[in-house]
């Protein structure tokens, strides 16, 4: 069951990298936060968020199952830092590539996420 639902998610992923339908992998947790501007210039924008047990994905919305691919980062190769440089309901997300920061609309669903995403990480590292 894992293995068809990432089929019909990487069906929808426009730029992704690879191979998101994989044996092994699983999405544990999918929402919208809001993500920083790559420049101090720009807007702060809804994206939506994928964490599977070795990966972590951030896109924006196209459609109905749509989505552009703007990060797609190993959990290996990230840290999470909390709280975020926008505050107590923010984490901020440093990788290789990108330092985003995503804003999640309580403080409650920020403590969700990066607990998802050290429970996920830990997971990796037995």
Not at 35 to 59: C, E, M, Q, Y
Not at 84 to 110: H, N, Q, W, Y
């Amino acid at each position: 069951p894992d293995l068809e639902q990432l089929k019909r998610l990487q069906v929808g992923f426009m730029g992704f990298p690879g191979q998101l339908a994989k044996p092994g992998r699983k999405l544990l947790k999918e929402g919208d936060l809001t993500k920083s501007p790559r420049k101090l210039t720009g807007r702060w924008k809804l994206h939506a968020i994928f964490l599977f047990n070795d990966l972590l994905v951030i896109a924006m919305r196209t459609g109905l199952n749509r989505f552009k691919v703007k990060l797609a980062v190993p959990l290996t190769e990230c840290v999470i830092k909390i709280p975020g440089k926008r505050g107590a309901s923010s984490f901020d997300v440093i990788t290789p590539i990108e330092k985003p920061c995503l804003m999640a609309k309580t403080l409650d669903e920020c403590s969700a996420w990066h607990q998802a995403i050290a429970d996920a990480t830990n997971a990796l590292f037995p």
